[in-house]
């Protein structure tokens, strides 16, 4: 069974449980923020631009903060003791260029599983996010932020729109991520 089949309600509420083993989850107590993406892609290296920002701007005891570049499996040992996941992500949601929208739990699941054409990054990130759910330990608090590209090609200055979106996107992760502490995280 997948993330993909509870999704679309084929299967019990009751079958997605997995057991809680705070073996894991104890250890890390911090929420993991990851940047994705090719920063030799001008824009598509937004998500990494954002996490290097909030690593210097974010209280150490807020969140670890790193760059997941191209994504892949071996980022799984990381999610696997997270206790919530924030990723950044530069994907085209046919927005004005700049645009900044943070997709929450099963709206991210909803959005990365989309009738669309997907990136490098994203499929490597269904992956990802579906081995941690078979491995019963997908951050229940997970959330997609999303910076809509203007320019997609070999370069790696970021457009003028991405660029000057980042302190807004880099303040939305820190009212995310603090709603997640004051609800108990």
Same mark, same amino acid.
């Given at each position: 069974m997948t993330l993909q089949a509870?999704?679309?309600? =084929?299967?019990?509420?009751?079958?997605m449980e997995?057991?809680?083993?705070?073996?894991?989850?104890e250890a890390a107590r911090l929420p993991l923020v990851i940047g994705l993406g090719?920063?030799?892609?001008?824009?598509?290296? *937004?998500?990494?631009?954002?996490?290097?920002?909030? =690593?210097?701007?974010?209280?150490?005891?807020t969140a670890v903060c790193m760059d997941g570049g191209l994504m892949s499996l071996s980022l799984f040992?990381?999610?696997e003791s997270a206790t919530a996941l924030v990723l950044l992500h530069c994907t085209d949601m046919q927005r004005t260029p700049g645009t900044v929208e943070i997709l929450e739990g099963a709206d991210m699941d909803r959005y990365l599983r989309g009738p669309r054409t997907r990136s490098i990054q994203e499929?490597?990130?269904i992956d990802l996010l579906d081995l941690a759910w078979?491995?019963?330990?997908?951050? *229940?608090?997970?959330?997609?932020v999303c910076l809509q590209p203007r320019r997609l090609e070999w370069g790696e200055a970021l457009s003028l729109p991405v660029f000057?979106?980042?302190?807004?996107? *880099?303040?939305?992760?820190?009212s995310l991520l603090a709603r997640w502490q004051g609800a108990g995280n």
């Open positions: 509870e999704i679309a309600g =084929k299967v019990p509420a009751g079958v997995r057991p809680y083993r705070p073996d894991r989850r090719n920063l030799h892609l001008s824009d598509d290296g *937004a998500g990494i631009h954002l996490a290097r920002e909030l =690593k210097t701007t974010l209280p150490a005891d040992s990381h999610v499929r490597g990130l078979q491995r019963g330990c997908l951050p *229940a608090r997970r959330a997609l000057q979106a980042l302190p807004a996107a *880099a303040i939305r992760v820190e």
